[in-house]
């Protein structure tokens, strides 16, 4: 079995397996030969493979001869967070939303930035170097060789340490995101928070109590095989139910990771990312604080927001599914806000990176200044165009697939003409096959979308089925 490649989102694979103990050190390896720098921040999420690629990616780094600072079960954003303030690179050890088996490793560079193309794939190169993959072929971990053939095995004072980092730079990044709102509070906010079992368990509600709501809380008791199962931001059926039942003004869900946030109104109504994206772009654009008037998505966001923007006279920059990308031209742009239906939201003028704890504090600040219930935000911020979306599983990933389906495409994208739009895509994480349909009929909307599934499964073999978004 080939070691994984990286994604939109890092390397990601079945634990044990495709994402073995092995492929860790390599990785490890080759980002510190990459990176040039003498020290690495790593945090976790709660998967029972974490402790496990942990110690295998840190063995790597420290073998390469850097230190190792372990921050244990912490979000991806404050992992980010404490390698920005101490310019440094990071890891987080993590598959986000994906089921407990699988689990993943999200490099950033020094500074807590996203990894550029270039950096990117020198480290793949590298690395794959390392495990004697070059050529595709799985083999043992070969010896560390530089490019010129040098061995890089530091001994003595130069291997790397490994150390638990600071309780100080964990509670710097809760002073932070706290701080983003200050002086205001969020007293009188009554909330259902569900931690999906994962890596802000603790932090989240930490953060929220301290900002004075009052809060539930669910999805926090994790056993390491039960992050996002029928909790968090992929699953928020039960936060809704429990938002109703407690009466709750509304209620927030993380992913495994909690880069990502999707919050659920009063009435128990799901508001994605494109809603959240879209109260605070209109909010911080109110208050004079959406920098060139701009707001960052992706082609996956829904019609019915960019309209509503229009209607603002906020600008919209579009870019391809990943937040690296959404991030890449917040940061060309010198842009504030960006974001995505999936329920990434960055405030690049705050965070390296999505936060979902930042995103919910940002959320809530906007609710509470309003003196509205979510829901009117929500209905108030935009109008969704109904969309239509599939997945088909693949046999493996395959980006060819979608020109092959070209033909289909444009003949769908003729049909939908200028009420509706069409996207097709190769996820950049799983082996599966993303079709969206956008139109303001739902039923021409579904009919399209089958008619690309039916053809996708047709060119695949005919046996995988659609699943669910």
Not at 145 to 160: F, K, L, N, Q
Request: proline share 4%.
């Amino acid at each position: 079995m080939g070691a994984p490649r990286f994604g939109t989102d890092g390397v990601r694979g079945l634990a044990n397996q495709e994402l073995s103990p092995e492929v860790a050190v390599a990785l490890g390896r080759a980002a510190v030969e990459v990176f040039g720098i003498s020290r690495f921040v790593l945090g976790r999420d709660t998967r029972r493979s974490g402790p496990m690629l942990e110690a295998a990616l840190s063995a790597g780094i420290c073998a390469a001869g850097a230190d190792v600072e372990l921050l244990g079960v912490v979000p991806t954003p404050t992992v980010a967070w404490v390698a920005a303030r101490g310019s440094v690179p990071a890891a987080m050890i993590s598959a986000s939303h994906n089921p407990f088996a699988d689990n993943g490793i999200k490099l950033f560079a020094p500074g807590g930035l996203k990894l550029a193309d270039e950096v990117e794939a020198r480290i793949q190169a590298r690395y794959l170097e390392l495990l004697g993959q070059a050529g595709g072929t799985a083999s043992n971990v070969g010896d560390a060789r530089a490019h010129d053939g040098s061995v890089i095995a530091p001994v003595g004072a130069a291997v790397g340490t490994l150390a638990a980092g600071s309780s100080d730079d964990i509670d710097g990044w809760v002073s932070a995101v706290c701080g983003s709102i200050a002086p205001r509070q969020l007293t009188g906010l009554r909330l259902v928070v569900d931690c999906a079992h994962g890596a802000a368990y603790e932090l989240g509600p930490r953060v929220l109590r301290r900002l004075g709501a009052e809060i539930t809380v669910i999805g926090a008791e994790p056993d390491g095989t039960n992050i996002n199962d029928g909790v968090g931001s992929t699953a928020p059926g039960r936060l809704a139910e429990a938002v109703v039942a407690l009466r709750a003004d509304l209620g927030v869900a993380f992913d495994g990771d909690a880069d990502r946030l999707i919050a659920v109104d009063e009435t128990g109504n799901v508001v994605d990312g494109d809603r959240m994206l879209a109260i605070l772009a209109l909010d911080r654009a109110e208050r004079g604080l959406l920098a060139g008037n701009t707001v960052v998505v992706t082609v996956m966001t829904n019609l019915g927001f960019h309209l509503a923007m229009q209607r603002a006279g906020i600008q919209v920059v579009t870019t391809a599914v990943g937040d690296r990308y959404v991030l890449q031209a917040l940061d060309e742009g010198g842009y504030s806000l960006g974001g995505e239906q999936s329920g990434h939201v960055i405030a690049r003028d705050l965070a390296t990176t999505g936060d979902g704890v930042l995103s919910a504090v940002q959320l809530l600040d906007a609710v509470g200044r309003s003196t509205q219930p979510l829901s009117k935000l929500a209905a108030e911020s935009m109008t969704t165009v109904p969309q239509i979306l599939r997945n088909v599983r693949l046999p493996h990933r395959d980006e060819r697939l979608v020109e092959q389906l070209a033909g289909e495409i444009g003949a769908v994208t003729e049909t939908l003409g200028a009420d509706g739009r069409v996207l097709v895509r190769a996820s950049g994480t799983e082996p599966l096959l993303r079709v969206m349909v956008e139109h303001i009929d739902p039923q021409v909307a579904e009919q399209c979308c089958d008619r690309l599934v039916e053809a996708a499964q047709h060119l695949v073999g005919g046996g995988p089925r659609p699943d669910g978004p």
